[in-house]
């Protein structure tokens, strides 16, 4: 009935980052919600994630408590010369959070894991979220909102909010075949403890509060990220090093698969020393299987959507995977809000692909361009006269005033309005 907001039963299948941003955000909005994970807890992996303001503004709307997540907070990104190490580019971001009113965080993502999960589950405003484990979706009926799992349970819900990664179960049941081709990029992460640079002497990156790059034009790039702050400064250097598919000899290993140091190193015979050094002795050196997806038809249909990387993969080079499931989030809050919600689920849900898919779709493709030429990453896409290097389309690139700048809020009222002319005139 129209006009009727009313209190939902939503499940949210899979409790990784999205899933638990989504749990936060519907709860907030007045939703029952219940998160199914296949595994028997939703495990993380031991790498840094990066939050920019555009994420971190809703973990501060819902209240999430940052400080639990441990962030080092993002000062500089420095380009080093692959050779030398020298810094050959720096975008500064000293005036980052007086511009945009957030800071950009730098999280481990087991800590920020930890801190969503919290929120979720804990006190605060909104029925606590339940989180179910050992449930792997394997249906769902789209027209009555019932999962069917692989232990043979089934639960029934007002809608499904598929949060399950890029190897989605939920995006199959509703209809879509991923056109994706294998990257002609590997990466390979590795951990450094900032202790055991320091103990051997090592250059100190952990100083800095950057994301480091080097390299970037071209395929072979290595990122490294600080996390985990600590009294002490970051506790652990978190290494993206990125290289021709055909250069190294990892084949299709996923992230279980631990590579050797000798593995991570082949690739990089002339890199600059005092990196080299700290991959010498990194740890837990594990393989990023990189897909390209184009972008899906539809995100929606009956009682079930897809969100995340479920919905969007994208090459990890403009560092928005996290943000854009968060951000993904956000917009199921609002489009179900008391706002905007006026009880018919397939057409809020239809509302929140209509808000979501471009703004998504033009981060994807971003990642895309940016995976072999560093200048489109935002930021450095401010930067593009540096050294001749330039963006493949000045007025398409994507920059920290499209990035930060949007009003998701001005946007679902905008959209609702011309989704349903009549009906929602009055918002
Ligand atoms: C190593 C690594 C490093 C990354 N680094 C960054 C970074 O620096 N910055 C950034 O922005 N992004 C980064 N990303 C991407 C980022 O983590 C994701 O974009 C983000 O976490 C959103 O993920 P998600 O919740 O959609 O999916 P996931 O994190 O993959 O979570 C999916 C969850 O669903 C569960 N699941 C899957 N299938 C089912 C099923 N059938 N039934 C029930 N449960 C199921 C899984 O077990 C998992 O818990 C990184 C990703 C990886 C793997």
């Not at 990089?268 to 897909?291: C, F, G, N």
């Amino acid at each position: 009935m129209a006009n009727a907001w009313r209190q939902l039963d939503i499940a949210v299948i899979g409790g990784g980052i999205g899933g638990l941003a989504a749990a936060i955000s519907l709860r907030r909005a007045g939703h029952q919600v219940t998160m199914y994970e296949r595994n028997d807890f939703a495990g993380e992996t031991g790498a840094s994630i990066s939050c920019a303001a555009n994420g971190t503004r809703w973990l501060h709307e819902w209240d999430v408590n940052v400080a639990e997540g441990r962030p080092v907070i993002l000062r500089k990104l420095i380009n080093h010369d692959w050779k030398s190490g020298d810094w050959d580019n720096v975008y500064d971001l000293g005036d980052y959070e007086e511009r945009w009113g957030h800071v950009y965080n730098m999280f481990h993502r087991v800590d920020m894991h930890q801190m969503l999960m919290n929120t979720a589950m804990g006190e605060g405003e909104g029925v606590p979220a339940r989180l179910v484990v050992n449930h792997k979706c394997v249906d769902i009926d789209l027209a009555t909102g019932t999962i069917s799992f692989d232990n043979g349970r089934t639960a029934k819900h007002d809608a499904v909010v598929g949060a399950d990664g890029v190897g989605s179960a939920v995006r199959k049941i509703i209809g879509i075949v991923p056109d994706k081709t294998i990257s002609t990029s590997t990466c390979l992460h590795a951990n450094v403890p900032t202790a055991r640079a320091r103990e051997l002497g090592l250059e100190d990156y952990s100083l800095n509060s950057g994301i480091e790059y080097w390299g970037g034009q071209g395929i072979s790039k290595i990122v490294l990220s600080p996390c985990k702050i600590s009294e002490n400064g970051p506790e652990v250097l978190s290494y993206y090093c990125f290289f021709p598919r055909e250069k190294g000899t990892i084949g299709d290993e996923g992230w279980n698969y631990e590579a050797t140091v000798e593995e991570l190193l082949a690739p990089y015979p002339d890199l600059d020393e005092k990196v080299l050094a700290h991959l010498r002795v990194s740890e837990d050196i594990r393989p990023w299987r990189l897909w390209v997806h184009k972008p899906y038809e539809y995100w929606a249909r009956g009682r079930a959507c897809i969100m995340g990387d479920a919905a969007h993969p994208m090459m990890p080079d403009q560092s928005q995977g996290a943000c854009m499931a968060i951000e993904d989030a956000a917009a199921l809050g609002i489009v179900f809000s008391k706002k905007h919600f006026r009880g018919d689920v397939e057409d809020t849900l239809k509302l929140y692909e209509a808000v979501r898919k471009p703004r998504a779709t033009r981060v994807q493709e971003a990642s895309k361009r940016a995976r072999e030429n560093i200048t489109e990453r935002i930021g450095f896409s401010s930067n593009t006269t540096h050294k001749g290097y330039r963006v493949a389309d000045e007025k398409n690139k994507l920059t920290i005033e499209e990035m930060n700048g949007y009003d998701m809020h001005e946007d679902v009222k905008v959209k609702a309005k011309a989704a349903l002319p009549g009906e929602r005139a009055s918002l």
